[in-house]
C-alpha cells in the first residue's frame, strides 16, 4: 500500500489527480488497482496578500504575550517543521530567556551539588 501526498491547486478534479497518481507509480513500477481513502484539506492556515500587505502579522505580533498567551506553528512562520523549530526557538528567546537563563543556573547549580557530595 503507498500513501501519496499531492498539492493541487483545486482546478483539477480527484479523476484527474488518480490518473496522476497512476502514471507516477507506474514509472516507479507498482500498478494502482485500488484508492483506498483520499482526503482533501486546506494547505497549512495562512493568509491572503493582501491582508499580509495590509499588517495582518505586525498587528499579530504585537499580541504575542497578551494575556500570557504565545501564539506559534505554522500560521507564524510558515509550513516546514524547520520554519516552526527556528519560530519556537525565537519565541523563547525573546519572552522567556530570563527564566530559561535561571532555570539552566538552578540545574547546573544542582548537577554541581550532586557532584561535590
Ligand atoms: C502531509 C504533510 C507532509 C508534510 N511534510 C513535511 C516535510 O517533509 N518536511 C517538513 O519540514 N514539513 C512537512 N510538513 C509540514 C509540517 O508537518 C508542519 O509545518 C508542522 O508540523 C506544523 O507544526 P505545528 O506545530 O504548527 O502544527 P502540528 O504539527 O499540526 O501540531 C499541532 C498539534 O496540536 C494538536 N492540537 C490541535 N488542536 C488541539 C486542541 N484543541 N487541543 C490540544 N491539542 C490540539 C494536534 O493534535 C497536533 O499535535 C508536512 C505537512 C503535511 C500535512
Redesign the pocket.
Known amino acids: 500500500m503507498y500513501t501519496l501526498?499531492v498539492l493541487d491547486d483545486g482546478r483539477i478534479g480527484q479523476d484527474m489527480i488518480e490518473a496522476n497518481c497512476a502514471a507516477d507509480l507506474q514509472r516507479l513500477g507498482a500498478r494502482l488497482r485500488k484508492v483506498v481513502e483520499a482526503r482533501h484539506w486546506s494547505s497549512?492556515p495562512h493568509v491572503e496578500t493582501a491582508d499580509m500587505a495590509g499588517g495582518f502579522y505586525e498587528r499579530l505580533e504585537a499580541l504575542q504575550g497578551q494575556r500570557h498567551t504565545y501564539y506559534?506553528?505554522?500560521?507564524m512562520s510558515f509550513?516546514?517543521?524547520?520554519?516552526?523549530a527556528c519560530y519556537a526557538r525565537d519565541l523563547v528567546n525573546r519572552f522567556f530567556k530570563e527564566n530559561r537563563c535561571s532555570a539552566i543556573q538552578r540545574f547546573r547549580i544542582s548537577a554541581a551539588d550532586k557532584l561535590t557530595t
Request: glycine fraction near 8%; proline fraction near 0%.
Open positions: 501526498y497549512f506559534c506553528g505554522e500560521i509550513s516546514t517543521l524547520e520554519c516552526c
